[in-house]
């Protein structure tokens, strides 16, 4: 999409400015199923650095994303730019990728479709 959808952009406001993460969605985007809960920004970057800080390998990142490198969406004066997602799983037939939840970061001008609530698995 060249311009992003301006209600999924108040959903994205209304994460950040609740900063609760209990907001299930699902996005097409790319040609890619996403789906999970989505976080305030500063609520997923500081566990991205968690993640990150706990590896040997990429500790060293674990700084680009403490959440006091975040800037709030009303901090620059505009609305947010992106939807943070954790708990979420890349749909891939009847699996989700993966299993354990994932954290993932997307553009909302890159959605393509999208709809409120997860997608649940069974191996059934």
């Known amino acids: 999409m060249?311009?992003?959808?301006?209600?999924?952009?108040d959903v994205a406001a209304m994460?950040?400015?609740e900063q609760s993460n209990q907001?299930?969605?699902?996005?097409?985007?790319g040609g890619?199923?996403?789906t999970g809960r989505l976080a305030p920004e500063a609520v997923w970057r500081q566990r991205v650095s968690?993640?990150?800080r706990d590896s040997d390998r990429l500790g060293p990142?674990?700084?680009?994303?403490?959440?006091?490198?975040?800037?709030?969406?009303?901090?620059?004066?505009?609305q947010p730019t992106h939807l943070h997602f954790h708990v979420a799983r890349i749909l891939q037939g009847s699996i989700g990728i993966p299993e354990t939840g994932g954290m993932y970061r997307v553009a909302i001008k890159d959605v393509s479709g999208w709809t409120v609530?997860?997608?649940?698995?069974?191996d059934r």
């Not at 060249?2 to 952009?9: I, K, P, T």
């Not at 907001?23 to 985007?29: P, Q, R």
């Open 15 to 17: 994460v950040e400015s």
């Open 32 to 34: 890619a199923v996403i």
């Open 61 to 78: 990142f674990s700084g680009v994303f403490s959440a006091d490198q975040a800037q709030k969406p009303h901090d620059r004066g505009k």
């Open 117 to 122: 609530g997860d997608f649940s698995y069974s």
């Open 50 to 52: 968690e993640v990150l």
């Open 23 to 29: 907001m299930s969605l699902t996005v097409v985007t």
């Open 2 to 9: 060249s311009n992003a959808d301006e209600l999924l952009v």
